[in-house]
């Protein structure tokens, strides 16, 4: 391709509004375009690098021995609401209506449509386990799109389903693609690892998220210092057991604490640490109202109430709520003395507090010297807080520490949650029907492709892996008016393209910085700038990682990329 007709507006300034690099080198380097809040136009550059991130990503589902197919964006509504997801998905689920009045959804993603599918046209026990793929644009109304194609509105998505007969046959079905996604971010060099994560709206259970690591990351990654546990902060599991101390059991008390409403207010007040307080927190769980408690040190894991509970949705409580329930204000509310009607679940670390602090349900006063079992119930202890920087690693093994991730695929195993839901079964060998066991396996592609930058890149620009440049090659006459560099540089261009490279030729009348800067910015793997010395035949050969320049003859440069 040659520069002068090549689409690729790039710019020397950095746009307002993109915070992080991926975003501002995408539109720097004319990679893409914003049309709207979190969508995008892919320009000729960024398409095909986009397309190399999708044939390595095809390629390796192809090995899996999963089948490519494509399923339409809009999705009926019978569907989504037969699965349970129409309401439950929640305002990120674009929903339309057709001119006759017929509700549609653009899909952020097809576990619907494939069971339906699947459901009309398997019948027995024979024609499973089945294995299909697609790589289509999803919709998610995101309610604060950012950083670029990182939380974009709008993106590309590789979604694979698995359809087995039981769950061992799951079992292999997800290890194959677990092995899939590791060989595709592989290949894309980016330094990642795979956490154990939650499932979320797609329901079911033993889910890893493949998370690229990098200081801009939306997740926060919970690993091990010494061993290879990692999990995603939202679920990873916390040490279940505390040692109480030997302090003598006192009296509790009630103590005058005005306007004392947080840990740190509580604390500083009555001169003690946040270890002694119960945090006491209201959630509506399932239309139940639950109280739960932890250490006052610690946070309420949300998601580790709704698993823990075996909810279907859970949300903290209002104030007036709260004050309903409790009369008093979240501040000062505490688990002493509460109707027996009102369920307590407290973390494992609760227990073992001793002469601790909880509110008085009464504003502004606090209880003194708490004892768990003594002075309040618990309906049942689980594992409810978030895991912190420091603590013990679960397996054992070493102290937890955090670092930020970009999630950019992940692995979900279903069961029979679509299956039943939808009726997609099958007859067994006992000639009985039984719901077909289903996996779900997505990759961001276009994410990705940012999630590559953020990890390759410096000062200057772009520094792509070679597998995923968008050319092989940019071949650069330095002085496109000078005939000699032009006619050389033009040589070496058709040479290299009938070798079958990927070529950008800049033959554009420019300053030779503008062409350097633009190269830089763009980040092809292989740079031959063709200058001075064109008359002798020879060049420049630039890497772009190291910065190497070598002189070689024009039949030398070409001869060794060509490998011939």
């Avoid at 995408?26 to 375009?33: E, F, I, V, Y």
Wanted: charged share 25%.
């Amino acid at each position: 391709m040659k520069q002068s007709t090549f689409f690729v507006p790039t710019l020397r300034d950095t746009p307002s509004g993109a915070d992080i690099i991926s975003h501002q080198l995408m539109l720097r380097a004319g990679m893409m375009r914003q049309n709207a809040a979190g969508v995008y136009s892919f320009l000729p550059l960024g398409w095909k690098a986009l397309r190399k991130v999708e044939q390595i990503v095809r390629e390796e589902m192809d090995k899996a021995g999963a089948q490519e197919m494509f399923m339409p964006s809009i999705q009926p509504a019978e569907l989504w609401k037969e699965s349970g997801r129409w309401e439950a998905y929640g305002e990120e689920l674009m929903r339309l209506k057709d001119r006759h009045g017929r509700e549609f959804a653009l899909g952020p993603t097809h576990e619907e449509v494939i069971t339906s599918l699947v459901r009309d046209e398997v019948r027995s026990y024979k024609e499973l386990p089945k294995m299909m793929y697609q790589i289509q644009t999803k919709f998610r109304d995101e309610r604060r799109p950012r950083f670029g194609v990182l939380r974009g509105r709008e993106f590309l998505m590789k979604d694979c389903y698995s359809f087995d007969r039981d769950f061992e046959g799951l079992d292999q079905s997800y290890m194959t693609m677990y092995e899939a996604y590791n060989n595709v971010f592989q290949r894309l060099h980016l330094n990642f690892r795979a956490v154990k994560a939650d499932s979320g709206a797609m329901g079911g259970k033993d889910t890893h998220e493949f998370m690229v690591l990098s200081d801009i990351g939306e997740d926060t990654i919970a690993y091990s210092d010494g061993s290879d546990f990692a999990a995603n902060i939202e679920i990873a599991p916390v040490n279940t057991v505390y040692s109480q101390s030997g302090e003598a059991r006192e009296e509790m008390a009630k103590v005058h604490t005005p306007a004392a409403g947080s840990i740190d207010e509580v604390t500083a007040f009555l001169q003690t640490e946040a270890s002694r307080c119960i945090k006491s927190m209201l959630f509506d769980v399932d239309g139940t109202l639950t109280l739960i408690l932890v250490r006052g040190d610690h946070d309420v894991n949300e998601i580790k109430v709704k698993h823990e509970l075996h909810a279907e949705h859970v949300e903290l409580a209002s104030e007036e709520q709260t004050k309903a329930a409790l009369g008093t204000p979240p501040g000062f509310a505490g688990p002493v003395s509460i109707s027996s009607d009102l369920p307590v679940h407290a973390d494992h670390a609760v227990e073992a507090v001793v002469n601790g602090i909880c509110g008085a349900n009464e504003q502004d006063y606090h209880f003194q010297h708490v004892q768990p079992g003594r002075d309040f119930t618990v309906t049942a202890y689980g594992d409810f807080r978030t895991i912190q920087e420091g603590d013990p690693s679960p397996d054992g093994k070493g102290t937890i520490r955090f670092k930020e991730g970009i999630e950019v695929g992940h692995v979900f195993k279903l069961g029979t949650k679509y299956s039943e839901a939808l009726g997609a079964t099958y007859l067994n060998e006992q000639g009985r029907a039984a719901p077909i066991v289903m996996g779900s396996y997505g990759i961001g592609v276009s994410r990705t492709l940012a999630a590559v930058i953020e990890q390759h890149h410096d000062e200057n620009g772009i520094v792509w892996p070679e597998d995923i440049a968008p050319f092989d090659v940019h071949v650069i006459a330095i002085n496109a008016k000078q005939e000699e560099q032009l006619k050389l540089g033009e040589d070496i261009y058709e040479q290299l393209r009938r070798a079958g490279l990927d070529v950008l030729f800049d033959d554009r009348p420019e300053r030779a910085g503008v062409k350097f800067k633009d190269a830089d910015l763009i980040g092809i793997p292989v740079r031959i700038q063709v200058g001075k010395r064109a008359a002798e035949g020879i060049v420049e050969v630039k890497n772009r990682r190291t910065g190497e320049v070598r002189e070689l003859s024009a039949s030398e440069a070409v001869a060794e990329l060509t490998g011939k």
